[in-house]
């Protein structure tokens, strides 16, 4: 037996998620881009001598993050309109600057930013709502970063196409060359009730059940989306999707921000998971997602960033922080969300949402060698009580030291491996700088 792709990770602290708790004195082995043993360091040495060993002291060994929403290539429009109501931050400056800017390149600069500032701060796997996916998961595969691409389904044209016969024949093109691809899934991205008629929404349905392709939609994010449905459909957006039949586990509602006893039994009866951005909701107004209640529901809730026009950065620690103290101020209990729940949240729960719970999202062996390391050796971290304490409500993600993708390691001592950051952040600044000039 070779071991030459074995690598003994020896952290102070292995956070499975798995029964057992926070682990000491434990190692986690990986090979090629496989856990496949999670055990007490001496016996970890004797077994796989020839290891490369990473030794991580003061540090946790996690998971990596899982942003199970966001619109990557947005990350061009970070900074460009900001504290402005949401209908004229959308009307006058996201979707006319959607129109004139978004092609494929800017979509490939865009996600290679995305993906960098994903990397370093931990998160190993993100799910995209935007156009162009096929352009998305190339960007994803040549970075070997995981991704689950929705491929926009809207009833008029954009940048993407002419409307919904063309944005299905793109998605279901992209789905077919991916499917071989370990990396990337591909799903469709109805955009909202209130951009997608009943019939592309049955459309959706339909292939989604054939294809076993997952579904992404943006639900109830306000309550003039609410209300306004209301006085036109006399029902609330979650009621008539359920009348359509759209609903079922392999569905992630995001935002949910308005959520009537009727709504949350429609989605704990169809299995829906509920994609929590807190920070967004912050940011727009939007108003406040009950996540407290959901769990009490049986619901399950996974987080994301957002795009980073709405939050404006892609950091799955600070999202947990808002995400806790939030959760807590809106369910006036103190004793709501707590640190390893919402820990939760920004890992397992989100593979579970992304249906990839079997592959990622806890460190068990056999499932894929998605791994962090947070470096609690810090001021802002002492003294240590407890680790996922000071994870949620004490670290930043500059503490992120390592980072692995598949066995494939990305961060090391905080450093981006495979990314020239000055060579990324001139690109990024050129793209600003023809977008101000024309604005
Ligand atoms: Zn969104």
Excluded at 127 to 139: A, G, I, L, R, T
Excluded at 168 to 194: E, M, N, Q, V, W
Excluded at 336 to 353: F, S
Aim: glycine share 6%; charged share 20%.
């Amino acid at each position: 037996m070779s071991h030459h792709n074995v690598t003994l990770i020896n952290p102070q602290w292995v956070l499975t998620l798995e029964e057992g708790g926070l682990l000491i004195d434990h190692c986690v082995v990986i090979d090629a881009d496989k856990i496949i043993a999670i055990s007490p360091v001496d016996n970890a040495i004797q077994k796989y001598p020839h290891a490369k060993k990473v030794d991580l002291p003061g540090q946790m060994l996690m998971p990596g993050f899982i942003n199970c929403h966001g619109h990557s290539a947005m990350n061009l429009f970070k900074g460009m309109a900001d504290d402005l109501p949401l209908m004229t931050w959308l009307e006058q400056h996201i979707w006319p600057a959607e129109g004139k800017w978004v092609d494929p390149e800017f979509v490939r600069d865009g996600c290679k930013l995305a993906i960098s500032e994903m990397l370093k701060s931990g998160t190993t796997c993100f799910s995209d709502m935007y156009f162009f996916p096929e352009v998305v998961s190339e960007v994803a595969v040549a970075m070997n970063m995981r991704a689950i691409c929705y491929g926009p389904i809207l009833d008029f044209p954009t940048p993407y196409g002419s409307g919904p016969d063309e944005y299905f024949t793109k998605i279901l093109a992209a789905h077919d060359t991916f499917k071989h691809h370990s990396l990337i899934d591909i799903g469709f991205g109805p955009h909202a009730p209130y951009t997608v008629g009943d019939e592309s929404l049955k459309k959706v349905r339909m292939l989604s059940d054939q294809l076993n392709m997952p579904i992404q939609i943006h639900l109830h994010e306000t309550e003039f989306e609410v209300n306004d449905a209301v006085e036109n459909t006399n029902k609330r957006p979650c009621l008539r999707l359920d009348e359509l039949d759209f609903w079922g586990p392999d569905v992630q509602a995001v935002h949910v921000t308005q959520l009537n006893a009727q709504d949350k039994d429609t989605l704990s009866k169809k299995g829906v998971h509920v994609i929590h951005c807190p920070e967004s909701n912050l940011k727009l107004a939007s108003g406040f997602c009950p996540v407290f209640e959901l769990q009490s529901s049986e619901i399950n809730v996974a987080l994301g960033t957002d795009g980073a026009a709405s939050n404006n950065d892609l950091d799955m620690i600070s999202e947990m922080h808002t995400t806790a103290l939030l959760g807590k101020a809106v369910s006036k209990n103190a004793a709501a969300l707590p640190a390893l729940d919402v820990v939760k949240m920004a890992t397992i729960n989100g593979a579970i949402a992304l249906g990839k719970e079997d592959q990622i999202g806890s460190i068990k062996v056999g499932k894929q060698a998605d791994l962090i390391s947070i470096d609690f050796s810090d001021i802002s971290c002492a003294p240590m009580y407890d680790p996922i304490s000071h994870l949620v409500y004490s670290a930043s993600r500059h503490q992120v030291d390592h980072v692995w993708v598949a066995g494939h390691l990305q961060v090391k001592n905080k450093t981006l491996c495979h990314v020239n950051p000055a060579q990324l952040m001139e690109m990024a600044q050129q793209w600003a700088d023809k977008i101000s000039s024309k604005q």
